[in-house]
T-cell receptor, first 110, second 116 residues
């Protein structure tokens, strides 16, 4: 059965800290891994990774995929209170169905 | 423009009511999705439409009936729901499903449904 596991489940940091969120996956006919940020409502798309070893970067956020070891990490540097959210990782196989992990709840304290 | 809109934002309905949720996108996406999300849980896929045809139904009870009238609109018709169906219902869209292709899904803000 396909599954995506995220760790840690929750994390509390102070502004300015750097955090690393982990995502491991077992997805049949794996095609891509996606990261989303969810605050109060809809998940907001962050990154999609399809190739191993290539870092995607957007401002203070970056992500990389390791297809050999079946995991991805999301890094956030110089965290701000606005980064507080649930971060969801999802794997996609041959269909367009996304298999979501349970998410990491990040709280950034001032 | 990466906007998916959903109406209504909130809906309270009784178990005997019939209501509909609506979703719209104007990004030219040909795949649209319905997800259900319970509190503190990730989204769970319900239905996928590709080119206005139902391509995935994740064994959803028949009291949920999806409809895709055209490539920009997606409806979810609700009838005889149960209190445990109360959840955030999210719509998403992406470029078309294609062999070997992979596209990100963009989510709407959701409809918060309460069944009394």
């Amino acid at each position: 059965e396909d599954k995506v596991v995220q760790s840690p489940l929750s994390l509390v940091v102070h502004e300015g800290d750097t955090v690393t969120l982990n995502c491991s996956y077992e997805v049949t006919n794996f095609r891509s891994l996606l990261w989303y940020k969810q605050e109060k409502k809809a998940p907001t798309f962050l990154f999609m990774l399809t190739s191993s070893g290539i870092e995607k970067k957007s401002g203070r956020l970056s992500s990389i995929l390791d297809k050999k070891e079946l995991f991805s990490i999301l890094n956030i540097t110089a965290t701000q209170t606005g980064d507080s959210a649930v971060y969801l990782c999802a794997g996609r196989g041959a269909t367009n169905k996304l298999i979501f992990g349970t998410g990491t709840l990040l709280a950034v304290q001032p | 423009d990466t906007e998916v809109t959903q109406t209504p934002k909130h809906l309270v309905m009784g178990m005997t009511n019939k209501k509909s949720l609506k979703c719209e996108q104007h990004m030219g996406h040909r795949a649209m999705y319905w997800y259900k999300q319970k509190a503190k849980k990730p989204p769970e896929l319900m239905f996928v439409y590709s080119y206005e045809k139902l391509s995935i139904n994740e064994s959803v009870p028949s009291r949920f009936s999806p409809e895709c009238p055209n490539s920009s609109l997606l409806n979810l018709h609700l009838h005889a729901l149960q209190p445990e169906d109360s959840a955030l219902y999210l719509c998403a869209s992406s470029h078309s499903l294609g062999s070997g292709e992979t596209y990100e899904q963009y989510f709407g803000p959701g409809t918060r449904l309460t069944v009394t």
